[in-house]
C-alpha cells in the first residue's frame, strides 16, 4: 500500500503560481507513473499533468506552456508548478500513482484562484 500526501495548495489571485507536492510512502517510488488529477465543483476529475518513470511529460492542453511536472526520485516525491494562474483553474489537485497493477491516490489538496 502507498500513501500519497499532498500540499501546497492554498489562495491565489490570477496571475499567480503556486507549487504543489506530493510525498510517497514507498521505496519503489521511481518505477510509477506518476499524475496529478484536478476536480472542480460539479465537474468530473481530469488528468491535468503525467510524468513516467523514464520522466516522460504529458499535459492537459489547458495547462500546456503554465504548469510543469517533475519527479525527485530521491525525495519519493513529485511536484507540480503552476504559474499564470486562472480562475478556472480553481479545484482540488489530486496525485496519483500508478503501475501495471496498482492504482494509488492522495486526499487532494484545494486551489483556489480568486481575485
Known amino acids: 500500500q502507498v500513501q500519497l500526501v499532498e500540499s501546497g495548495g492554498g489562495l491565489v489571485q490570477p496571475g499567480g503560481s503556486l507549487r504543489l507536492s506530493c510525498a510517497a510512502s514507498t521505496r519503489i517510488f521511481s518505477i510509477y507513473t506518476m499524475g496529478w488529477y484536478r476536480q472542480a465543483p460539479g465537474k468530473q476529475r481530469e488528468l491535468v499533468a503525467g510524468?513516467?518513470?523514464?520522466?516522460?511529460?504529458n499535459y492537459a492542453d489547458s495547462v500546456k506552456g503554465r504548469f510543469t511536472i517533475s519527479r525527485d526520485n530521491a525525495k519519493n516525491t513529485v511536484y507540480l508548478q503552476m504559474n499564470s494562474l486562472k480562475i478556472e483553474d480553481t479545484a482540488v489537485y489530486y496525485c496519483?500513482?500508478?503501475?501495471?497493477?496498482?492504482?494509488?491516490w492522495g486526499q487532494g489538496t484545494q486551489v483556489t484562484v480568486s481575485s
Open positions: 510524468i513516467t518513470n523514464s520522466r516522460r511529460t
Open positions: 496519483n500513482a500508478k503501475d501495471t497493477i496498482d492504482d494509488y
